[in-house]
């Protein structure tokens, strides 16, 4: 497992889900299952954990244990599918977003620009888009405005014309395609500037902005008065949705007023203040660098 995917901040997810011995539990990114085990060996004989995963490699990680069951399902369906479950409420769910670092080191699925791939980045190898297809078919100006809304990419015009203009030879099919266009480009250092852009081009294949909105909503509808929202984000727009959803109980954070006039919180904060990876953990794992957790409850 831990060759797979090290889990970030274990200890203060676990602590945030505040576990009940025979409680019921969602684990909306289950990887590697390394939050999923932890959360199995925390609570009893009558607990239940549900883990869901998109990704096909992820089932392969699937924990036998009789208190667990793997959905393979996109989160946005979480309400949905533990319906099928019989599951109606539960007592905390846990988001660990983003991609594992199976999936980042895996080279044919192309999320990566350290290998010679088909630029594909699905989770899901059911979805129809993929990283060649946004290149091919989006246009200059949704290419653009991709690569600066998720990738934050400082000169995303400059690329956007130049993708636009070899595309035009032939289409950008593979990652070191896509690099030899970005090096004619790129600002400040290489590592960084790609990462953006890979970091763009997977959020919109996937849709993570839109998923993680419908599974807020969905998390909250299936939450007990008292179940705890425990979310990691590692980019700056999911983890503002978040922080506005735990706030308002809406992704733009707009306040609800009920009949009365009286502001309607569907959350306690637990944490005031976004929790960050220890020192330490930066240093045994650089992916808890970007890690910012959010833990809430509903009221
Ligand atoms: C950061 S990893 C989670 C790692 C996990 N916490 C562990 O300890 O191994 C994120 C996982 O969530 C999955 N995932 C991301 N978005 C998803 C979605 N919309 N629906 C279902 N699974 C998703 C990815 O396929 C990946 O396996």
Redesign the pocket.
């Known amino acids: 497992m831990s060759e ?2 090290v ?1 970030v901040m274990l200890e203060e997810c676990i602590a945030g889900l505040n576990l009940k011995s025979d409680g019921s539990y969602v ?10 085990q932890s959360i199995l060996n925390n609570i009893g004989v009558n607990g239940h954990l549900y883990g ?4 096909d490699d ?1 089932e392969a990680n699937r924990i036998d244990d009789p208190r667990f069951v793997f959905i393979k ?4 369906y979480v309400k949905k599918f533990l319906r099928v479950e019989g599951v109606r409420k539960v007592d905390g769910i846990l988001a ?5 670092s199976y ?1 980042l080191d895996f080279p044919e699925r192309g999320f990566s620009y350290r290998f010679d791939a088909e630029l594909d980045m699905r ?1 899901n190898h059911g979805d129809e888009l993929t990283a060649a297809i946004i290149l091919k078919e989006y246009s200059k100006d949704d290419l653009q405005m991709l690569f600066s809304r998720f990738g934050e990419v400082r000169n995303a015009r400059t690329l956007a014309r130049l993708i636009d203009q070899e595309r035009e030879v032939a289409d950008v099919k593979t990652t070191f395609q896509l690099n030899e266009i970005l090096e004619r480009v790129r600002f400040g250092p290489r590592a960084k500037y790609f990462a953006q852009v890979y970091q763009a081009l997977r959020m919109e294949v ?1 849709q ?1 902005v839109q ?1 993680l909105e419908e ?1 807020l909503q969905g998390g909250l509808d299936v939450l007990k008065p008292g179940g705890r929202f425990v979310v990691m984000s590692y980019h700056s727009i999911e983890d503002r949705i978040v922080k506005n959803f735990f706030k308002t109980g809406d992704v733009n954070g707009v306040l609800k007023k009920d009949d009365f006039g009286v502001i309607d919180r569907p959350f306690k904060l637990i944490n005031k203040k976004v929790i960050l990876a220890s020192v330490d953990e930066v240093r045994r794992n650089s992916r808890a660098k970007s890690a910012k957790l959010r833990i809430a409850e509903k009221i």
Do not use: I, K
Not at 52 to 55: I, L, S, T
């Open positions: 797979y995917h889990p684990d909306v990114t289950f990887g590697a299952g390394g939050h999923s869901f995963d998109q990704d992820a399902a996109n989160f946005r660990d977003l983003g991609v594992s999936q989770m996937n993570e998923v599974m």
